[in-house]
């Protein structure tokens, strides 16, 4: 069973009662990043960001036996572009992804990454990945969309994948020894630049791309090559797309229908598990939905969190790979949020995050005590 008791209070009213966070950059000057922004670190804390426009602001949990959240600190970058993109690795690290100026008159900006390898610690300098291109590209040539990253969950290696005008899809990537090497091409069919990346442990680099009518599904087929692995022929809302892995070596993509805003799942069809598209129910919403699998009830369980038809929160959650046999969405209140994420707590506790209204991140925690999947109040991280 799932069940909200998420304050029915708007999300400014909330804000003052609950305590808004203080010093640095307000609430109205920062934004959710692109894709995932929750993440949990090797000793099992949180860690939650946001961009501004001078770089970033992070959150941390705070160590046991302490409660509550550290934070804003600001990560300020010169020249900053932003948005920023995320990854996790297997041992708690969050690699990024941004933009930045870059120097001259080029006016095209330059994509620079950066590591934090434990929570609450600094981060690592941003390295510049250089203006992304082909030799021999058009001049002209533009990123359509912000860079997006994904690491490889066995080795640690990392990708950074952009969509250009008209290039194409590139990438570049950093083997485990650190070395990063050059652009290379992924698709020379340009893209609108929602590109979806995952590499699922013991997988190949996989990535959703939308097209006009119809979504492709890019994969690694050895020797730093990609080939098309399928074509689905359905529009995908722009931004609305997210990805988890699911199985052994298994992607699914979650993302949204036009016609009435509902969310789907898709899913490579292979023997013996449940593949294609398949609808998520509930009456529509809008943006990408937060996603993660968490145990419940014994059961390893995918848990989505979206905003609704309606403007608040919902969440569903169902054995993972089941989607088939339905799924059914609650409300958690917070009405107005944005970007919501789905991540699980050193305790095991689902805990669900977004953005208010003003650009402050609020999370709430899942009720052991009450059973099934009931959620307490939504609380702000300072």
């Known amino acids: 069973m799932i069940r909200g008791k998420g304050s029915d209070r708007t999300a400014s009213s909330a804000r003052r009662a609950q305590g808004a966070p203080t010093g640095g950059p307000g609430p109205h000057s920062s934004s959710p990043p692109v894709g995932n922004w929750l993440f949990a670190g090797g000793d099992g804390r949180l860690t939650a960001y ?25 990560f300020e970058v010169e020249g900053w572009v932003g948005p920023a993109a995320m990854a996790r690795s297997r041992e708690g690290y969050v690699h990024f992804a941004a933009l930045r100026a870059a120097a001259g008159d080029s006016g095209s900006p330059e994509v620079i990454v950066s590591t934090q390898f434990q929570p609450g610690r600094g981060m690592m300098d941003w390295r510049s990945l250089g203006t992304p291109g082909l030799r021999g590209g058009p001049d002209d040539d533009s990123l359509s969309g912000p860079p997006r990253i994904a690491v490889n969950q066995r080795s640690g290696s990392t990708h950074v994948i952009v969509s250009l005008r008209h290039s194409g899809i590139l990438r570049r ?38 097209g006009q009518a119809h979504a492709d599904r ?60 398949m609808g998520l129910g509930g009456a529509g919403g809008r943006g990408a939905p937060g996603v993660a699998r968490a145990v419940l009830g014994g059961y390893d369980c995918t848990v989505l969190a979206q905003v609704g038809a309606d403007g608040d929160v919902e969440v569903t959650a169902y054995v993972t790979e089941n989607e088939g046999y339905g799924t059914w969405w609650a409300s958690l209140g917070g009405h107005g949020a944005r970007a919501p994420q789905v991540a699980v707590d050193a305790a095991g506790r689902v805990v669900v995050a977004a953005f208010d209204e003003e650009g402050a991140p609020m999370c709430t925690r899942q009720d052991t005590a009450a059973g099934g999947l009931a959620f307490g109040p939504w609380e702000y991280l300072a």
Not at 50 to 69: D, I, N, S
């Open 173 to 210: 990537s950093r083997n485990p020894e650190g070395a990063w090497g050059g652009w290379k091409p992924v698709s020379g069919q340009p893209y609108r630049g929602d590109v979806t990346p995952l590499m699922p442990a013991g997988g190949d680099l996989e990535m959703l791309a939308p």
């Open 218 to 277: 890019w994969t690694g087929i050895g020797q730093g090559r990609f080939g098309l692995a399928d074509r689905i022929p359905t529009p995908v809302v722009p931004g609305s797309a997210a990805a988890c892995e699911t199985g052994p070596r298994r992607t699914t993509y979650f993302w949204r229908y036009p016609g009435d805003g509902s969310l789907v799942a898709w899913r490579a069809p292979r023997a013996g598990v449940q593949g294609g598209l």
């Open 50 to 74: 946001a961009c501004t426009p001078r770089g970033l602001l992070r959150w941390t949990e705070a160590a046991a036996p302490r409660t509550g959240w550290t934070g804003p600190e600001p």
